[in-house]
């Protein structure tokens, strides 16, 4: 037990400095919202290695420490929204075993944008932000598919380590 509290520590520590990193590297297409999603490779691969409860605990501290440290109670709102719906997603894709590694990573980044969309219609009651979700589509799937695809070279070099320590 012990062994998977400082494990789950380290994560959640590795998905606030990768959290940090992004908020340093800014994507300038003209549209708000548009991440790497450097942190979904932490749940990601926790989701795989560890289950839904870890996965669920890392993303929920990970939302709200960011949100507290880098954001406001706004972005918090937020990244609640499009979080929890990107791990609904990607739990139920994983359950499915229909999706890769990279698929599940693919839908969980298209399923954050949407969640964040509807969140931010319903709080300023506008649904023409609806308009972003095309181009948020877009880069979810890309950058879903990158981050994708190294969680899955990051689980199949880690998955035996992991099990070993916990």
Do not use: D
């Not at 709080?123 to 589509?137: A, D, R």
């Amino acid at each position: 037990m012990t062994k998977k509290v400082a494990y789950m520590g380290m994560l959640v520590a590795l998905a606030f400095i990768f959290s940090y990193i992004e908020s340093l590297i800014p994507i300038t297409v003209g549209i708000p919202g548009i991440k790497l999603g450097l942190a979904n490779m932490v749940i990601i691969v926790t989701l795989f290695t560890m289950g839904t409860g870890p996965a669920f605990v890392l993303s929920l501290v990970r939302i709200v420490l960011t949100g507290f440290t880098f954001g406001n109670l706004a972005m918090m709102m937020y990244s609640l929204g499009g979080g929890m719906l990107s791990l609904l997603i990607m739990v139920i894709a994983r359950k499915l075993k229909l999706f890769s590694v990279t698929g599940v990573s693919v839908l969980g980044a298209v399923f954050h944008n949407i969640g964040q969309i509807l969140v931010a219609a319903i709080v300023v009651e506008n649904s023409s932000l609806f308009y972003y979700l095309p181009v948020l589509l877009v880069s979810g799937v890309f950058f879903g598919g990158v981050i994708g695809m190294v969680g899955a070279i990051l689980i199949k070099r880690l998955s035996g380590f992991i099990h070993r320590q916990i």
